[in-house]
């Protein structure tokens, strides 16, 4: 992660604060829900949130425009106030990449063609060149809680059976496997939407949890 990127720093800066307004119990708690992704020796040596965050950056399981981690932790450990930190932080995100992309539509550019490298024949899975919008890290983390080994059946239904050995052998968890598929089936649409998610996942088929995803959206969760 570069850490002189303008993105960063703003990123840098809600962690900090975050850190800042977090306790002993805010801390015990982010260790037990995050001990499935931080091996427990790791965990031991975390004196406070900010030692947390700094192993998460290191793992790259978050980045300033992967937040999808972040959010399951704050939204579990955190009060109200903190979550609205991360919803403002999220919206401004998404806003200015609104804007990247008109910008590039104008030029005559693509938003998403910001590698400059030649074209590898195997499909990258968790590309870090896509940024997942928050109404999709919400149903993803939603959908990986739930999936487990499933992300197996979703991979080879979104086109990706070829790299499911790489996929268990990069990451340490279903959790985290089942998130890589699914941020590079997005990735891969041209114009995604939540029906097209649920419809992937009915293909696989998890009917469960395609229909609780729309019930809650019914129910007036505006995020999903």
């Not at 939204?75 to 932080?89: A, G, T």
């Not at 696989?204 to 505006?222: E, F, V, W």
Request: overall charge positive.
């Amino acid at each position: 992660m570069d850490l002189e990127s303008k993105d960063t720093h703003k990123f840098l800066k809600l962690l900090n604060r975050i850190s800042q307004s977090a306790n002993s119990d805010h801390l015990k708690s982010a260790k037990f829900l995050l001990k499935d992704r931080i091996s427990r020796k790791q965990l031991e040596k975390c004196e406070d949130m900010k030692d947390i965050f700094d192993k998460l950056l290191a793992k790259a399981l978050i980045a300033p425009d992967d937040t999808l981690i972040l959010r399951e932790l704050i939204s579990e450990v955190f009060d109200e106030e903190i979550i609205h930190m991360l919803d403002l932080y999220e919206k401004k995100v998404d806003s200015m990449n609104n804007q990247q992309f008109n910008q590039k539509s104008k030029d005559g550019g693509h938003a998403r063609c910001t590698d400059t490298t030649p074209t590898h024949p195997r499909k990258s899975v968790t590309s870090n060149l896509v940024v997942i919008p928050v109404k999709f890290q919400v149903q993803f983390e939603y959908t990986a809680k739930r999936l487990a080994g499933d992300w197996r059946i979703m991979a080879r239904f979104a086109g990706y059976d070829e790299e499911i050995y790489r996929i268990a052998n990069d990451h340490e968890t279903d959790h985290i496997r089942a998130l890589a598929v699914m941020k590079e089936w997005f990735s891969k649409q041209k114009d995604a939407s939540s029906k097209q998610f649920r419809q992937l996942l009915r293909r696989i088929p998890r009917n469960d949890i395609a229909d609780d995803l729309l019930k809650l959206r019914s129910q007036g969760y505006t995020q999903i």
